[in-house]
Structure formats: structure tokens, C-alpha cells
């Protein structure tokens, strides 16, 4: 079961190609519902509820802090409020991110302080702390991943790793000419979504709840990300890389790199591709679409 909200605009192209499974049902609702949500919780009764529902571009929070605080925040609240009012023994994942620890220096783990530098990370901290509290007040196996970036082809176009591979697939195939930037020092731990998808199943079948940092450990700049994409496709990223401010946010985030040991101790899990190797694949993935749109 999914749920997805109603839009005027068909805007699921990275799940179409779920459509046609007759295991998979969505619904539509709004994590801002909280009735809609206690009805459909009690109709589907499930033994498991991911909510990975946000508004979750970090330069968008900056735009619009009142929306990213009612989806992210009051959302997961209201969530969790419907999974107790229904009664349920269901296993309840959050995803939170790294972004909640904004200024802390690397790395960070799950006794960092948390000083988010967003109303992006703001929000998803709120929604970290109420998912402790509904584990500590009303035995909710509830659980929170604190999930470093993690990306694959179907990242948005929007955020920056994407941003740079469909670029470089563009300008290899001679159909743009450039790509424009913001902060290129910035360093992330980048790792492959599908192996943190993994985690986030892993933290529910333990035999108690917790919390857990899930990263490469790894941290690279923005630069070398470009550096590794334009170069998997022959190029030198500094004759198409272009610098905007406009694309910096108000109040930026250094560094962030993770130390996920306890998730290694505990769950028996860790990330497999590097950061390098993930720009490489994703080069890839979208010099096919590019090629699957030309040969049109």
C-alpha cells in the first residue's frame, strides 16, 4: 500500500512502471490529514508503515518554511497519532536525515548534537523527537533513520547529484552547453538508495526499537562528484560547470560524513558503493534516457 497525494498534474513517472502490479494499491491522502490518515490506517491495518512522505529540497524549506514545517513535522505526528488511535502493534519507520545536524562537525553518529541549519532540518528534527516520545510514552515500535544522502537515477532532477549526471548526459550528446552550480566545497556522504532501502527494512526487524545513522562514512565535495560524473563521459566538468549564487542557501552546511558502527553491530549493515562509483552509474543511466529520447 501507498499513499499519494492528489495532484492536478500526473506526477508519478518514477513509479509508473509499478502501476500495473495488483500487489500494489495506492491511496490517496495527505500526512496533513490526520482523519483521512486515522481511516485509512484503521482500513488497511498494516504490520509495517515507512513514512517517507516530506517536503524534503533543503533550498525549497528556505522558500517555504510554513508548509515544510505542517508536511515534515505535523505530519509524522499526525501519523503516529493515527497508528495509536487505531489500536494497531504495526512497526513505524521515520526518515530522518543528516541535515539535522547541520553545524556539528564530522562525523556525526547517533550522540551528535543536532543543530540543524534549515527549516528543512528544523522540521524533520521535531518529527525525530515526537517519533522518541510515541516510543517512549506509548511502547510504539517506532524507529527513526537517520539516513546520510543516498541517491540513484530516480533522484529528482532538482537536487544536485541528478542535476549534474542528466547535465553530463546532455552536453556529451550536444543538447545543452552548460550547467550552473552553487557551492561546490560543500562535503556530503553520498550513498546508493537501494542499499539504505535495505536499512530502513533491517531497523524494523530488530528485536527492539532504536535509531540508527545509515552513511559510507565518506565524504566528498560537490566538485569531485562533478569531476567523477563529467569525466566517466570523457569531459573536463571545469569548461561546463558554471558558478550561480543563486543557488546557495541562506545558512549553509558544511560537512557532513557518518559513522554508522552501530548499525553495522546491530543490523549487519553496510553501504557497498562509494560515492565515485554512484556518480559513474548514474552518468550512465541517464545517457540512456538521453540516447532513448533522441532515437525518437
Same mark, same amino acid.
Given at each position: 500500500h501507498g499513499l499519494v497525494r492528489r495532484s492536478s498534474s500526473m506526477n508519478r513517472g518514477r513509479i509508473d512502471h509499478l502501476h500495473t502490479d495488483p500487489a500494489l494499491k495506492l491511496h490517496y491522502g495527505d500526512l496533513t490529514d490526520g482523519v483521512g490518515l486515522v481511516n485509512l490506517i484503521r482500513s488497511i491495518?498494516?504490520?509495517?508503515?515507512?513514512?517517507? @512522505?516530506?517536503?524534503?529540497? %533543503?533550498? %525549497?524549506?528556505?522558500?517555504?518554511?510554513?508548509?515544510?514545517?505542517?508536511?515534515?513535522?505535523? @505530519?509524522?505526528?499526525?501519523?503516529?497519532?493515527?497508528?495509536?488511535?487505531?489500536?494497531?502493534?504495526?512497526?513505524?519507520?521515520?526518515?530522518?536525515?543528516?541535515?539535522?545536524?547541520?553545524?556539528?562537525?564530522?562525523?556525526?553518529?547517533?550522540?551528535?548534537?543536532?543543530?540543524?541549519?534549515?527549516?528543512? @532540518?528544523?522540521?524533520?528534527?521535531?518529527?525525530?523527537?515526537?517519533? %522518541?516520545?510515541?516510543?517512549?510514552?506509548? @511502547?510504539?515500535?517506532? %524507529?527513526?533513520?537517520i539516513l546520510f544522502n543516498h541517491e540513484s537515477p530516480r533522484r529528482g532532477e532538482n537536487f544536485v547529484t541528478r542535476k549534474i549526471t542528466k547535465a553530463v548526459a546532455a552536453i556529451s550528446a550536444g543538447i545543452q552547453d552548460h550547467v550552473e552550480l552553487g557551492n561546490l566545497d560543500a562535503v556530503r556522504d553520498w550513498g546508493f538508495a537501494p542499499e539504505y532501502v535495505e536499512g530502513m527494512w533491517r531497523m524494523l526487524q530488530a528485536d527492539e526499537p532504536g535509531d540508527y545513522v545509515l552513511a559510507t562514512g565518506v565524504g566528498h565535495t560537490v566538485r569531485d562528484f562533478c569531476e567523477a560524473a563529467f569525466a566517466h563521459a570523457g569531459l573536463d566538468w571545469k569548461q561546463y560547470v558554471k558558478y550561480n549564487d543563486g543557488f546557495e542557501r541562506p545558512s549553509e552546511v558544511d560537512a557532513l560524513i557518518g559513522d554508522s558502527s552501530r548499525a553495522f553491530e546491530v543490523l549487519g549493515w553496510k553501504a557497498q558503493t562509494t560515492a565515485l562509483d554512484l556518480a559513474r552509474l548514474m552518468v550512465d543511466s541517464d545517457r540512456k534516457d538521453v540516447e532513448r529520447l533522441l532515437d525518437r
Open positions: 491495518r498494516p504490520e509495517e508503515v515507512y513514512n517517507l @512522505g516530506a517536503q524534503s529540497h %533543503v533550498k %525549497v524549506s528556505f522558500d517555504m518554511p510554513d508548509y515544510t514545517a505542517s508536511t515534515n513535522s505535523i @505530519g509524522t505526528l499526525n501519523l503516529l497519532e493515527a497508528i495509536r488511535a487505531a489500536g494497531l502493534e504495526c512497526r513505524f519507520y521515520q526518515a530522518s536525515t543528516s541535515e539535522m545536524f547541520g553545524s556539528t562537525p564530522p562525523p556525526q553518529d547517533e550522540e551528535s548534537k543536532f543543530h540543524p541549519r534549515s527549516p528543512y @532540518g528544523a522540521s524533520k528534527l521535531q518529527a525525530h523527537w515526537v517519533t %522518541v516520545n510515541y516510543r517512549e510514552a506509548y @511502547g510504539l515500535f517506532a %524507529v527513526s533513520g
